[in-house]
């Protein structure tokens, strides 16, 4: 009896390991549900068992009765059942606990007597059940108390009480069936012994359960397929991850992509790689604002001098800041307007007129001629060659000299008698070095007096040169 207890274990092992493996590549096939047998069916745990569910079962298997078993009518003889009987019967459980629970189960054994009678052997069972809750795959052991009997036409009918255990597997098929395997061994009373001796009666059961929960199971959720959060009824792109917007076009669809983050998206982004503003014009929405490095009010691509501030027209410093009509870079002064009085005109600086210069303006006294003529006489020369020093001294300086009459004689006449004395000047003072380019002359003959002419006085004032500083 040891050995067929022993084999039979082994084939309880083997089969164990065999569904086992069984149960975890349907699992990664998708083709078995792990909430099968003795697992909730309206909720997912992975396929562990869980609290307060019934469980339905049948099964069939194989009896090994003792050839030493007491049941028999006393008045009559003994005699073993055949060695292996099969096996039917149906049970009912309830587990109010993931892990343990009770069941109540029947079960007939048809078979023969050794002289070949007819037979049968029944049992009834209650056990307290142990499991293991497990993904897919769940182990348990059982105890219980049970009666055992047979009848049969050689020695009649008899039962007597038992004592099982054993030790299983269940492994879901979907989410209400399940396969399940039992090894156990059942003790009775040994045939002829007053002792109390046992008789083993070791049985392989291979069933099938059926999982009954009775919560109510909850409706499931709207579809939501590609599980971004926004329900499929409302998702505009139920295929593609995407966010909630308010605009029901736009609901459940990928962000729009917006790569330089300036929120213009990128379809509308002239520039979706730098960071822009928003510009009415396609060509430029999007793109950097226009630059003006120098805050002048011109555009860095209109500014022809872009890092310096300036004014209109080109963004430029204006070239005669101080309106003295002497523009950069000619102007030392830039800041300071430049004095107008025919003295260095040219530099843009503010400046008076030396006294020496100042000396050569106006009416220059000690300058004659011979009368009625334009030669100059030799008691002049001194006073022009102190003009001509000046003016060589200061090469920036140019002049009108002018000459003037008294109204004596023909207007005409001298007109042109003042014209050629103002040019005589000039002569001498070229003769000394100055250059012609400098000195203008002109002749003004009677007609701008400074003296009254009725008076000898006035006349001689009157006849005149005069040197004017001209400005630039």
Known sequence: MTRTLLCTSLAFATLSLSLAAHAEEAGASGSVSLSGAGLSTSAKHDGRPVDNYFELGIFGGVLLPSKNHNFQDETKSHQAFKSVAPEIGARFAFFPFAFAGLEAEGGVAPTKTKDGGSAGIWALRAHAVGQMPMSGFTPFVLLGLSRMGAGSNAMGSDSDPTVHFGAGAKVPLDDFVGLRLDVRDNLSQKNQSSGGSQVHHPEVLLGLTFTIDPRKKAAPP?????????LDSADKCPKEPGIASKDPEKN????????????????????????????????????????????????????????????????????????????????????????????????GCPD??????????????????????????????????????????????????????????????NVTLSASRAEAVKAYLVSKGVDAARVTTRGAGPDEPIGDNKTAAGQQKNRRIEFKLLTQ
């Open 252 to 347: 459940g669809c990928p962000a729009p992509v917006d790569q330089d983050a300036d929120g213009i998206e990128d379809a509308s982004d002239a520039c979706p790689t730098e960071a822009g503003v928003m510009n009415p014009d396609p060509q430029k929405n999007g793109c950097p604002a226009p630059k003006d490095g120098d805050g002048d009010g011109f555009l860095d691509e209109a500014d022809k001098c872009p890092t310096v501030a300036g004014v209109a027209p080109d963004g430029c410093p204006d070239p005669d800041a101080d309106k003295d009509g002497v523009k950069s870079p000619d102007d030392k002064c830039p800041d300071q307007a430049e004095t107008k009085n025919g003295y260095q005109d040219a530099d």
């Open 352 to 413: 008076e007129v030396p006294a020496e210069v100042k000396k050569f303006s106006g009416v220059i006294a000690g300058i004659e001629f011979d009368l009625g003529k334009s030669t100059i006489r030799a008691k002049s020369k001194p006073t022009l060659d102190e003009a001509a020093k000046v003016l060589t001294d200061n090469p920036s300086l140019r002049i009108e000299i002018s000459g003037h009459t008294d109204n004596n004689g023909d207007h005409a006449k």
């Open 222 to 230: 709207p579809p939501d397929t590609d599980g971004d959060g926004v």
